[in-house]
Nanobody, 115 residues
Framework: QVQLVESGGGLVQAGGSLRLSCVASRSIFSINAMGWYRQAPGKQRDLVAVMRSGGITDYSDSVKGRFTISRDNAKNTVYLQMNSLKPEDTAFYYC?????????WGQGTQVTVSS
């Protein structure tokens, strides 16, 4: 089993930056993939960024060039650096882990970007 705890959300002006953190309850070496999803009110939860085994990353087109996913294995933590934020990035952001064919979610953190 994997517990995930996110932090780092908040209110920021358009053009600003935030860094989200997701701490896992076990070594992230053993986790097949970790990523970030977001869900805006009335919309479905969509993939933002994912890091798979071997460090392979993938991003949604809407955040490419602005967001970066990274990890610190020693801290069992995955980060999402968000730069050049836009009002349309406003959403609840969730950390996700894929481990032994099961999917785990964190409780989420709110990101609000004001115009």
């Amino acid at each position: 089993q994997v517990q995930l705890v996110e932090s780092g959300g908040g209110l920021v002006q358009a053009g600003g930056s935030l860094r989200l953190s997701c701490v896992a309850s076990r070594s992230i070496f053993s986790i097949n993939a970790m990523g970030w999803y977001r869900q805006a009110p009335g919309k479905q939860r969509d993939l933002v960024a994912v890091m798979r085994s071997g460090g392979i990353t993938d991003y949604s087109d809407s955040v490419k060039g602005r967001f970066t996913i990274s990890r610190d294995n020693a801290k069992n933590t995955v980060y999402l650096q968000m730069n050049s934020l836009k009002p349309e990035d406003t959403a609840f952001y969730y950390c996700n882990a894929r481990f032994l064919d099961l999917t785990y979610w964190g409780q989420g953190t709110q990101v609000t970007v004001s115009s």
